[in-house]
Nanobody, 118 residues
Framework: VQLQASGGGLVQTGGSLRLSCAASGRTFSNYIMGWFRQAPGKEREFVASIRWSGGRTDYADSVKGRFTTSRDKFKNTVYLQMNSLKPDDTAIYYC????????????WGPGTLVTVSS
């Protein structure tokens, strides 16, 4: 499984960004795709996830109502739409994949940096 996140950048407080994660290497019908982030000096944390088949989503409390994850099966791409961004959202964002019914994300892509200025 190969994952490549893109779409990071610099945005002002209250702005929006959309991250993309291009997935390849296999079919993903039995996978859950996740978004994580790691801010400077902090541990990596879960942001959101989506089940490839069925589209069920899950979000961290800190982003509920502001972030939305979705997937395009034809493009094999997962998205993270981020609205109402805050300086606390500044981090490197990673996409990851795990097989449904397992607990560990086994595949990770390189991150993309999101910086929110105050």
């Amino acid at each position: 499984v190969q994952l490549q996140a893109s779409g990071g950048g610099l945005v002002q407080t209250g702005g929006s960004l959309r991250l993309s994660c291009a997935a390849s290497g296999r079919t993903f019908s039995n996978y859950i795709m996740g978004w994580f982030r790691q801010a400077p000096g902090k541990e990596r944390e879960f942001v959101a996830s989506i089940r490839w088949s069925g589209g069920r989503t899950d979000y961290a409390d800190s982003v509920k109502g502001r972030f939305t994850t979705s997937r395009d099966k034809f493009k094999n791409t997962v998205y993270l739409q981020m609205n109402s961004l805050k300086p606390d959202d500044t981090a490197i964002y990673y996409c990851a994949a795990r097989i449904f019914a397992t607990s560990n994300y086994s595949s990770w892509g390189p991150g993309t940096l999101v910086t929110v200025s105050s």
